[in-house]
């Protein structure tokens, strides 16, 4: 367990996006049977949607997309998480804001923004207000591919040699 690479997602409800990103990131590492390696998990940066599920429409286009997903209770991130998480990856600026508050200052370099990790960095917006999970999705699987791109590149590759 020790060496698993620790990832959690973060947005502001963890209703929409960063589950999203969760199960998402989950189904790409299961299917290339690397998914020991990995703890992945999401959580909010408010208490608005605490020990909440899913919202219906992340849920429908999970479905929609055949990505397998497990009922959850949405969590606020902790000041703890800091230490234990490898990567803490954020949606939006916002999020990154609001991490930075709870957590402190990035000291170890492990906060970043899931789009960061794409050739065209930039937010994923809030389905929450935009209604388009179809656009989020698309934004969360581009994001997660670079994400995993990164990995096998820099860490994975890394640890085999
Ligand atoms: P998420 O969307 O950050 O993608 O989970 C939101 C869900 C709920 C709220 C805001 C954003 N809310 O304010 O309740």
């Known amino acids: ?28 590492v299961n ?20 020990g909440n599920d899913i919202h219906y429409g992340a849920k429908e286009k ?33 999020n990154i804001r609001n991490i930075k508050r709870i957590v402190g200052e990035d000291v170890n370099n492990k906060i970043s923004k899931l789009l960061d990790f794409s050739n065209n960095p930039r937010d994923i917006d809030d389905p929450w207000y935009t209604g388009n999970f179809e656009l989020t999705y698309n934004d969360i699987i581009e994001g997660c591919n670079g994400l995993l791109k990164y990995l096998e590149e820099s860490i994975i590759v890394k640890n085999i040699d």
């Open 62 to 94: 999970l479905i929609q997309k055949n990505i397998p997903f497990t009922q959850r209770k949405a969590i606020r991130i902790t000041p703890e998480d800091y230490k234990y998480y490898d990567f803490i990856i954020g949606m939006d600026e916002a």
């Open 31 to 50: 299917n290339k049977g690397i998914s020991n390696n990995f703890i992945i998990k999401s959580a909010a940066t408010s208490y608005e949607e605490v």
């Open 1 to 28: 367990m020790d060496k698993c690479i620790k990832i959690l997602f973060v947005c502001l409800g963890n209703i929409c996006r960063s589950p999203m990103a969760e199960f998402i990131f989950k189904n790409m």
